[in-house]
Protein backbone atom coordinates (compact mmCIF):
# COMPACT_ATOMS: atom_id res chain seq x y z
CA UNK A 1 0.00 0.00 0.00
CA UNK A 2 1.81 3.65 -0.86
CA UNK A 3 2.16 5.88 2.38
CA UNK A 4 -0.25 7.96 0.82
CA UNK A 5 -3.35 5.61 1.09
CA UNK A 6 -2.24 4.12 4.79
CA UNK A 7 -1.49 7.66 5.94
CA UNK A 8 -5.13 8.53 4.81
CA UNK A 9 -6.59 5.77 6.61
CA UNK A 10 -4.63 6.47 9.75
CA UNK A 11 -6.16 9.88 10.28
CA UNK A 12 -9.46 8.51 9.12
CA UNK A 13 -9.42 6.56 12.42
CA UNK A 14 -7.45 9.03 14.54
CA UNK A 15 -10.63 11.22 13.91
CA UNK A 16 -13.27 8.53 14.45
CA UNK A 17 -11.39 7.55 17.66
CA UNK A 18 -11.32 11.50 18.90
CA UNK A 19 -15.34 11.43 18.06
CA UNK A 20 -16.19 8.14 19.87
CA UNK A 21 -13.73 8.32 22.59
CA UNK A 22 -14.28 11.69 23.72
CA UNK A 23 -10.45 12.14 24.35
CA UNK A 24 -8.85 15.31 23.72
CA UNK A 25 -5.77 13.87 22.33
CA UNK A 26 -4.95 11.00 19.76
CA UNK A 27 -2.10 9.88 17.34
CA UNK A 28 -0.49 7.16 16.35
CA UNK A 29 1.76 5.47 13.46
CA UNK A 30 2.57 2.47 11.29
CA UNK A 31 5.53 0.10 11.25
CA UNK A 32 7.35 1.09 8.15
CA UNK A 33 8.36 -0.51 5.24
CA UNK A 34 11.26 -3.27 5.99
CA UNK A 35 10.03 -3.55 9.55
CA UNK A 36 11.63 -0.40 10.83
CA UNK A 37 10.28 0.91 14.26
CA UNK A 38 7.03 2.99 14.28
CA UNK A 39 6.66 6.33 14.17
CA UNK A 40 4.67 8.98 15.05
CA UNK A 41 2.93 10.49 11.99
CA UNK A 42 -0.30 11.61 12.87
CA UNK A 43 -1.27 13.73 15.67
CA UNK A 44 -4.86 15.19 16.78
CA UNK A 45 -5.54 17.80 20.05
CA UNK A 46 -2.12 17.83 20.09
CA UNK A 47 -0.78 21.19 21.66
CA UNK A 48 2.78 20.74 21.14
CA UNK A 49 4.76 19.17 18.77
CA UNK A 50 6.62 16.98 21.14
CA UNK A 51 5.16 13.78 19.71
CA UNK A 52 5.22 13.95 16.23
CA UNK A 53 8.32 11.63 14.40
CA UNK A 54 8.73 10.10 17.65
CA UNK A 55 10.30 6.56 17.60
CA UNK A 56 8.88 3.60 19.03
CA UNK A 57 10.82 1.11 19.86
CA UNK A 58 9.49 -2.69 20.58
CA UNK A 59 9.28 -2.87 24.29
CA UNK A 60 9.91 0.85 24.98
CA UNK A 61 6.94 2.66 26.73
CA UNK A 62 3.63 2.28 26.87
CA UNK A 63 3.77 2.22 22.55
CA UNK A 64 6.56 -0.16 22.58
CA UNK A 65 4.71 -2.58 25.15
CA UNK A 66 1.77 -2.86 22.91
CA UNK A 67 3.87 -3.39 20.33
CA UNK A 68 5.57 -6.05 21.82
CA UNK A 69 2.67 -7.77 23.43
CA UNK A 70 -0.05 -7.36 20.39
CA UNK A 71 -2.61 -6.26 22.74
CA UNK A 72 -4.19 -2.85 23.86
CA UNK A 73 -2.62 -1.45 26.86
CA UNK A 74 -3.06 1.77 29.60
CA UNK A 75 -2.00 3.55 32.24
CA UNK A 76 -3.95 5.96 34.26
CA UNK A 77 -1.30 8.34 35.52
CA UNK A 78 1.94 7.83 32.96
CA UNK A 79 5.10 9.50 34.89
CA UNK A 80 4.21 7.37 37.71
CA UNK A 81 3.74 3.86 35.89
CA UNK A 82 5.32 1.41 36.92
CA UNK A 83 4.69 -1.28 34.49
CA UNK A 84 6.38 0.56 31.36
CA UNK A 85 9.61 1.86 30.70
CA UNK A 86 9.68 5.80 30.89
CA UNK A 87 12.05 6.66 27.42
CA UNK A 88 9.70 8.93 26.11
CA UNK A 89 8.48 10.32 29.60
CA UNK A 90 10.17 13.92 28.45
CA UNK A 91 7.73 14.22 25.09
CA UNK A 92 4.87 12.94 27.10
CA UNK A 93 5.62 15.47 29.67
CA UNK A 94 6.01 17.97 27.18
CA UNK A 95 2.60 17.45 25.75
CA UNK A 96 0.84 17.01 29.30
CA UNK A 97 -0.22 13.80 29.11
CA UNK A 98 -1.29 10.99 31.95
CA UNK A 99 -3.69 8.89 31.16
CA UNK A 100 -2.80 6.92 27.97
CA UNK A 101 -4.10 3.92 26.06
CA UNK A 102 -2.56 2.20 22.95
CA UNK A 103 -4.32 -0.40 20.92
CA UNK A 104 -2.64 -2.14 18.80
CA UNK A 105 -3.34 -2.53 14.13
CA UNK A 106 -2.69 -6.13 13.72
CA UNK A 107 -3.02 -7.96 10.41
CA UNK A 108 -1.58 -11.68 10.32
CA UNK A 109 -0.31 -11.51 13.26
CA UNK A 110 1.99 -8.95 12.77
CA UNK A 111 1.44 -5.03 14.74
CA UNK A 112 1.40 -2.84 11.36
CA UNK A 113 1.07 0.34 14.17
CA UNK A 114 -0.79 1.40 17.27
CA UNK A 115 -3.48 3.72 17.63
CA UNK A 116 -3.20 5.95 21.20
CA UNK A 117 -5.65 8.50 22.95
CA UNK A 118 -4.79 10.50 26.08
CA UNK A 119 -5.88 12.59 28.51
CA UNK A 120 -4.08 15.39 30.13
CA UNK A 121 -5.67 14.39 33.36
CA UNK A 122 -5.08 11.42 35.65
CA UNK A 123 -8.13 9.57 35.35
CA UNK A 124 -9.09 5.90 34.77
CA UNK A 125 -9.91 5.31 31.02
CA UNK A 126 -13.89 3.90 30.85
CA UNK A 127 -15.08 1.30 28.45
CA UNK A 128 -16.16 3.86 25.82
CA UNK A 129 -12.64 4.60 25.43
CA UNK A 130 -11.44 1.31 24.93
CA UNK A 131 -14.38 0.23 22.58
CA UNK A 132 -13.71 3.13 20.34
CA UNK A 133 -9.82 2.75 20.07
CA UNK A 134 -10.31 -1.19 19.16
CA UNK A 135 -12.78 -0.43 17.09
CA UNK A 136 -10.58 2.53 15.58
CA UNK A 137 -7.38 0.11 15.12
CA UNK A 138 -10.34 -2.49 13.35
CA UNK A 139 -11.11 -0.13 10.94
CA UNK A 140 -7.40 0.27 9.68
CA UNK A 141 -7.02 -3.70 9.96
CA UNK A 142 -9.80 -4.27 7.93
CA UNK A 143 -7.84 -1.43 5.15
CA UNK A 144 -4.57 -2.90 5.21
CA UNK A 145 -5.87 -6.53 5.11
CA UNK A 146 -7.56 -5.87 2.07
CA UNK A 147 -5.51 -3.93 0.29
CA UNK A 148 -2.43 -6.41 1.11
CA UNK A 149 -4.14 -9.28 -0.41
CA UNK A 150 -5.62 -7.38 -3.68
CA UNK A 151 -2.24 -6.75 -4.13
CA UNK A 152 -1.15 -10.15 -4.07
CA UNK A 153 -3.84 -11.76 -5.94
CA UNK A 154 -4.41 -9.20 -8.77
CA UNK A 155 -1.49 -7.03 -9.69
CA UNK A 156 0.72 -7.92 -12.41
CA UNK A 157 4.46 -7.49 -11.98
CA UNK A 158 4.24 -5.03 -15.12
CA UNK A 159 1.51 -2.79 -12.33
CA UNK A 160 3.25 -3.11 -9.43
CA UNK A 161 5.11 -0.31 -7.72
CA UNK A 162 4.54 3.16 -5.93
CA UNK A 163 3.49 4.89 -9.22
CA UNK A 164 0.76 2.44 -10.13
CA UNK A 165 -0.51 2.76 -6.68
CA UNK A 166 -0.92 6.26 -6.95
CA UNK A 167 -2.89 5.88 -10.53
CA UNK A 168 -5.57 2.99 -8.77
CA UNK A 169 -5.61 6.09 -5.87
CA UNK A 170 -5.88 8.73 -8.48
CA UNK A 171 -8.96 6.50 -10.30
CA UNK A 172 -10.82 6.06 -6.89
CA UNK A 173 -11.15 9.75 -5.73
CA UNK A 174 -12.00 10.46 -9.62
CA UNK A 175 -14.75 8.14 -9.65
CA UNK A 176 -15.82 9.33 -6.30
CA UNK A 177 -16.03 13.08 -7.19
CA UNK A 178 -18.04 12.76 -10.74
CA UNK A 179 -20.81 11.85 -9.11
CA UNK A 180 -20.84 14.96 -6.94
CA UNK A 181 -20.58 17.43 -10.11
CA UNK A 182 -23.54 19.20 -10.82
CA UNK A 183 -21.82 20.54 -14.03
CA UNK A 184 -22.74 17.86 -16.82
CA UNK A 185 -20.07 18.49 -18.88
CA UNK A 186 -17.75 18.68 -16.14
CA UNK A 187 -18.33 15.56 -14.92
CA UNK A 188 -18.53 14.07 -18.62
CA UNK A 189 -15.51 15.18 -18.98
CA UNK A 190 -14.30 13.67 -15.47
CA UNK A 191 -16.30 10.33 -16.27
CA UNK A 192 -13.80 9.83 -19.35
CA UNK A 193 -10.12 10.68 -17.61
CA UNK A 194 -11.81 7.16 -15.81
CA UNK A 195 -12.03 6.05 -18.77
CA UNK A 196 -8.25 6.86 -19.71
CA UNK A 197 -7.16 5.40 -16.73
CA UNK A 198 -8.68 2.23 -17.12
CA UNK A 199 -7.58 2.20 -21.27
CA UNK A 200 -3.87 2.86 -19.80
CA UNK A 201 -3.94 0.12 -17.32
CA UNK A 202 -5.10 -2.24 -19.78
CA UNK A 203 -8.50 -3.08 -18.58
CA UNK A 204 -10.16 -5.97 -20.84
CA UNK A 205 -13.55 -5.61 -22.53
CA UNK A 206 -16.31 -6.34 -19.62
CA UNK A 207 -17.42 -10.04 -19.35
CA UNK A 208 -20.83 -10.80 -20.43
CA UNK A 209 -23.62 -10.83 -18.00
CA UNK A 210 -21.91 -8.45 -15.28
CA UNK A 211 -23.30 -4.93 -15.76
CA UNK A 212 -22.51 -2.92 -12.79
CA UNK A 213 -24.28 0.20 -11.85
CA UNK A 214 -21.87 3.36 -11.60
CA UNK A 215 -22.52 3.75 -7.99
CA UNK A 216 -21.60 0.25 -7.28
CA UNK A 217 -18.39 0.87 -9.53
CA UNK A 218 -18.17 4.02 -7.14
CA UNK A 219 -17.55 1.42 -4.34
CA UNK A 220 -15.64 -0.97 -5.16
CA UNK A 221 -13.49 1.53 -6.60
CA UNK A 222 -12.91 2.98 -3.15
CA UNK A 223 -12.86 -0.67 -1.27
CA UNK A 224 -9.81 -1.59 -3.63
CA UNK A 225 -8.26 1.51 -2.57
CA UNK A 226 -8.34 -0.20 1.13
CA UNK A 227 -11.09 2.29 1.88
CA UNK A 228 -13.45 0.82 5.04
CA UNK A 229 -17.43 1.24 4.66
CA UNK A 230 -16.91 4.08 6.25
CA UNK A 231 -13.86 5.77 4.90
CA UNK A 232 -15.93 4.93 1.17
CA UNK A 233 -18.90 6.92 2.31
CA UNK A 234 -17.45 9.77 3.67
CA UNK A 235 -15.71 9.66 0.46
CA UNK A 236 -18.78 9.14 -1.88
CA UNK A 237 -20.79 11.97 0.41
CA UNK A 238 -23.21 8.95 1.19
CA UNK A 239 -24.27 7.10 4.38
CA UNK A 240 -22.51 3.62 5.29
CA UNK A 241 -25.70 2.09 5.04
CA UNK A 242 -26.03 2.76 1.53
CA UNK A 243 -22.56 2.21 0.36
CA UNK A 244 -23.60 -1.43 2.35
CA UNK A 245 -26.08 -1.71 -0.19
CA UNK A 246 -23.94 -1.27 -3.09
CA UNK A 247 -21.52 -3.42 -2.00
CA UNK A 248 -23.64 -6.17 -1.78
CA UNK A 249 -25.80 -5.76 -4.97
CA UNK A 250 -22.04 -5.59 -6.38
CA UNK A 251 -20.97 -8.87 -4.53
CA UNK A 252 -24.14 -10.76 -5.91
CA UNK A 253 -23.65 -9.80 -9.37
CA UNK A 254 -20.36 -10.96 -9.66
CA UNK A 255 -20.81 -14.03 -7.51
CA UNK A 256 -18.77 -12.88 -4.37
CA UNK A 257 -19.35 -13.63 -0.95
CA UNK A 258 -16.52 -10.87 0.27
CA UNK A 259 -15.28 -7.72 -0.12
CA UNK A 260 -11.97 -8.91 -1.38
CA UNK A 261 -14.06 -11.28 -4.12
CA UNK A 262 -15.89 -8.48 -4.93
CA UNK A 263 -12.49 -6.69 -6.53
CA UNK A 264 -10.74 -9.33 -7.81
CA UNK A 265 -14.18 -10.46 -10.09
CA UNK A 266 -14.69 -6.76 -10.75
CA UNK A 267 -11.10 -6.36 -11.87
CA UNK A 268 -11.62 -9.55 -13.50
CA UNK A 269 -14.49 -8.91 -15.22
CA UNK A 270 -13.18 -5.47 -16.08
CA UNK A 271 -15.30 -3.37 -14.47
CA UNK A 272 -12.06 -2.15 -12.21
CA UNK A 273 -8.58 -1.07 -13.48
Known sequence: MSERIEAVELRAALVRLRRGSGLPVVFGGLVQEGGLPLRIAELHGAVTPALRGLTISPGNGLGGKCLALARPCAVTDYPVARHITHEY??????????????????????VRGVLYGALRDALPLGERVFDAAVAAARDVEQ??????EVNRLVEP???????WEEVRHAYGELRALAPRVGDAELRARLLAVCGRLESAAGVPAPVAGVALTPRETDVLAAVASGATNAAAAHRLGLRPETVKGYLRSAMRKLGAHTRLEAVVAARRAGALP
Open 89 to 110: DLPVSAEGLRSVIAVPVVVRRQ
Open 143 to 148: ALAVRD
Open 157 to 163: AEASGPS
